[in-house]
């Protein structure tokens, strides 16, 4: 019904950039809040960074001017641009979005569907 698909990770050097893209598909009406989560081996998922529908952008304390977070509604699609990667930025990122309301074949309305999650896509930041 909805899907999430990342793209945009990759190997990079500390100081480098990357810029991470996910695209919700599907019947979609609107989407509320957007955003980034990481988890690295050994450690629980953690969020990044969020957007709201509005434009209202929030960041963890580590990635705080250093990462941006963007959305583009009439595509359904969030973008995390992260410049002066350092190794701690090493994880799985995987993005979120908290609530999209999506055409329900069945009920012939827009339904919320809850919480959705994208496969992840590996950032590794080494020398």
């Known amino acids: 019904q909805v899907q999430l698909v990342e793209s945009g990770g990759g190997l990079v050097q500390p100081g480098e950039t990357l810029r991470l893209s996910c695209e919700v598909s599907g019947s979609i009406g609107s989407i509320n809040t957007m955003g980034w989560y990481r988890q690295a081996p050994g450690n629980q998922r953690e969020l990044v960074a969020t957007?709201?529908?509005?434009?209202?952008?929030r960041y963890a304390e580590p990635v705080k001017g250093r990462f941006t977070v963007s959305r583009d509604n009439a595509k359904n699609s969030v973008y995390l641009q992260m410049n002066s990667l350092k190794p701690e930025d090493t994880a799985v990122y995987y993005c979120?979005?908290?609530?999209?309301?999506?055409?329900?074949?069945?009920?012939?309305?827009?339904?919320?569907?809850?919480?959705?999650w994208g496969q992840g896509t590996q950032v590794t930041v080494s020398s």
């Open positions: 957007i709201t529908e509005g434009g209202s952008e």
């Open positions: 979120n979005v908290d609530r999209v309301w999506a055409w329900d074949q069945r009920t012939k309305r827009y339904s919320p569907v809850e919480d959705s």
